[in-house]
């Protein structure tokens, strides 16, 4: 079950006194935490999100009932709100999550394995890939179609075709 | 306090060439740099720099809208990666 389940958000402290919390929320867009109800806890139980404020909401049980009062709020700090992973909506081409990216096994071109992904950046200058490689030095190319030409998701393995590298440093004196 | 505009963007020298090389070239290489402190330039778009953060190299691909910034905006030095959730990754 933990395979398939991605971590949305984290209930923060209690909020007053009438069973509000605080909750980080994970999403690209915060607000949009709520559309994903019902979220799963670590136990297995179903919560609904209602925003209440900015970053405070009101969190009911599979039955409907709100969290009551501070007291049960407080029970709540920390737990970890999920949701399964075939609830996402399906992403648009050439998009994909980051949470079916990462963890994937990276491929040369000729299929032998090159390593894992372990993360992926974007720091306003394209996104790229980190490959883990094992007894050696993690290698980052660049998310296109000429460098990763194949993500096979269901497969769990991505293509990789490291660009070439070229060194430019300043000559000496 | 702002640049002297008569000064024209700082970038060193030895980029403009082997960035020139680079494009004459044709081929999809990155071009690994430690110079972050160089300005982008609009002869650079289109290429893919390695720019160093002081661990490794991050790809940078230079667009457009990037003319003017510094390489080193696009490379921090500190990364969070955050957590996952439902953000996602446009293939380039």
Do not use: C
């Not at chain 1, 737990?79 to 998009?95: I, T």
């Not at chain 1, 372990?118 to 993690?138: C, F, K």
């Not at chain 2, 081929?27 to 300005?39: A, D, P, Q, V």
Request: proline share 6%; net charge positive.
């Amino acid at each position: 079950m933990a395979d398939t389940r991605i971590l949305m958000g984290v209930v923060g402290r209690p909020h007053g006194v009438r069973g509000l919390v605080h909750v980080h929320s994970y999403t690209a867009e915060p607000a949009d935490l709520a559309r994903y109800n019902p979220l799963l806890d670590d136990a297995g139980r179903a919560w609904s999100l209602a925003w209440r404020g900015e970053g405070v909401a009101e969190l009911r049980d599979a039955a409907g009932r709100p969290v009551a009062d501070r007291n049960q709020a407080e029970r709540l700090v920390n737990a970890r709100l999920y949701v399964d992973r075939a609830r996402l909506p399906k992403p648009d081409a050439e998009e994909f999550y980051l949470a079916d990216l990462v963890g994937l096994e990276a491929r040369d071109a000729a299929g032998l394995r090159l390593g894992q992904v372990a993360a992926v950046h974007d720091y306003g200058a394209g996104t790229s890939l980190e490959i883990e490689r094992a007894a050696l030095s993690p290698v980052i190319v660049p998310f296109t179609r000429d460098a990763v030409p194949d993500v096979d998701v269901a497969s769990g393995y991505v293509t990789v075709v490291p660009p070439s590298e070229i060194e430019l440093r300043e000559a000496a004196g | 306090m702002a640049r002297s505009v008569w000064k024209g963007p700082f970038v060193d020298g030895f980029m403009l060439t082997k960035a020139e090389k680079a494009r004459s070239s044709g081929r999809n290489e990155i071009i690994k740099i430690w110079s972050r402190r160089s300005t982008i330039l609009p002869q650079f778009v289109g290429l893919t720099f390695g720019v160093y953060n002081g661990h490794k190299f991050l790809p940078v691909q230079v667009n457009e809208n990037m003319v003017g910034h510094k390489f080193g905006e696009f490379s921090p030095t500190r990364t969070f990666t955050g957590h996952a959730a439902d953000k996602k990754a446009k293939r380039g």
